[in-house]
């Protein structure tokens, strides 16, 4: 079977067969402090952004400005708008001044701090925490495992979405630290906040390449969160271990 068709295979399996001497073999070192990307992983924000650009521009067009297409036609837009800025290509802030400007807005940097501030008071009522996260991030502290969370995005937001998760280590965000998953000065900043060598440190995500095969680029172990049909592709490196939950993350450490 090949690699991608193992780890598929992983899915059904109702519980890991995780034995005790898997659990040893699983890092090269110990491991005593994990990283955490936050969305898919920690939890949802159910298209958060994406609705905060259609209540932009609702607020566009009310003040002059016209809408490009059908809503559904304008949320593929946003869709690719903000998959474009979530990969580095350019800030928030200017996503938000081309979509106003694109769509005649008179001051399109008038609207940054609105949408901004759509979003931040969307995360209440859209960001869902896993069912399990602040369960396994309270034992993980009472166990005395570091625990950072590093995610791409921009930096209110993405602490806003920590807090509803009561998380109290440190968050790494993109925009604020000036490099982003899947670079490894994103990481080397993941270990400077644990203050852990890397090879001591477990990075847990969703994204087969901008979590997994960066971290462990970066000498980290890498456990992939295998909880949403994402394909692991083959030609990267395996993951240090696979969970299909983060209660799951409590046996294997
Ligand atoms: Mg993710």
């Not at 477990?202 to 949403?228: F, H, K, Q, T």
Request: proline content about 7%; glycine content about 8%; some cysteine.
């Amino acid at each position: 079977m090949d690699t991608a068709g193992r780890f598929r295979a992983h899915r059904y399996r109702p519980q890991p067969e995780i034995s005790t001497s898997s659990k040893l073999s699983v890092f090269p070192k110990p491991v005593t402090a994990l990283g955490f990307d936050i969305d898919h992983t920690l939890g949802i924000d159910n298209k958060l952004e994406r609705v905060a650009f259609l209540r932009l521009l609702d607020a566009i067009c009310a003040e002059g400005g016209t809408c490009l297409g059908t809503l559904a036609q304008e949320s593929t837009r946003i869709d690719g708008l903000l998959e474009r800025q979530r990969s580095g290509s350019f800030s928030i802030d200017q996503a938000v001044e081309r979509f106003a400007a694109e769509r005649g807005a008179q001051m399109p940097s008038a609207y940054v701090d609105r949408y901004k501030q759509i979003a931040l008071e969307s995360v209440p009522e859209f960001f869902v925490p896993a069912p399990d996260a602040r369960l396994v991030l309270g034992e993980l502290q009472r166990r005395g495992i570091a625990c950072a969370i590093l995610s791409n995005g921009w930096s209110p937001l993405q602490q806003a979405k920590a807090r509803r998760l009561d998380f109290a280590g440190p968050v790494l965000v993109s925009d604020a630290i000036g490099a982003q998953k899947p670079q490894p000065q994103a990481f080397a900043a993941l270990a400077s906040a644990l203050k852990t060598d890397p090879g001591n440190i477990a990075y847990v995500g969703d994204n087969p390449r901008g979590d997994i095969a960066a971290a462990m680029s970066a000498g980290m172990g890498g456990i992939w969160l295998d909880a949403e049909d994402v394909l692991y592709a083959p030609e990267l490196p395996e993951p240090s271990a696979v969970i299909h939950r983060l209660a799951e993350l409590l046996t294997l450490l």
